[in-house]
Nanobody, 123 residues
């Protein structure tokens, strides 16, 4: 089993910055892609940014140039640095990890989600 624990959300004024962190733990053999998604009230969950184990990144058009995703493979942790925040960035942000896990002598590849952290951008 794998647990993803997120931190770093909160209330910030427009133009401000926040840094989200997500640490994965458990019976992890390897972590493939990691990413951040968000869901605003009344809207579908959407991809914000993703990063592969090799460091290739992908961003939603709405956050390009403002958000930066990074990861520390030694710590099984992914980060999302959010700058120039706008009210439309307000949402619950979820961490996602595509993990290969070990159970006895077997391995399996599964998708895991964090519990979500609230980001509110408001004056």
């Amino acid at each position: 089993q794998v647990q993803l624990v997120e931190s770093g959300g909160g209330l910030v004024q427009p133009g401000g910055s926040l840094r989200l962190s997500c640490a994965a733990s458990g019976s992890i053999f390897s972590i493939n892609a990691m990413g951040w998604y968000r869901q605003a009230p009344g809207k579908q969950r959407e991809l914000v940014a993703a990063i592969t184990s090799g460091g290739s990144t992908n961003y939603a058009d709405s956050v390009k140039g403002r958000f930066t995703i990074s990861r520390d493979n030694a710590k099984n942790t992914v980060y999302l640095q959010m700058n120039s925040l706008k009210p439309e960035d307000t949402a619950v942000y979820y961490c996602n990890a595509d993990c290969t896990v070990v159970a006895g002598t077997e391995r399996g590849r599964y998708d895991y989600w964090g519990q979500g952290t609230q980001v509110t951008v408001s004056s």
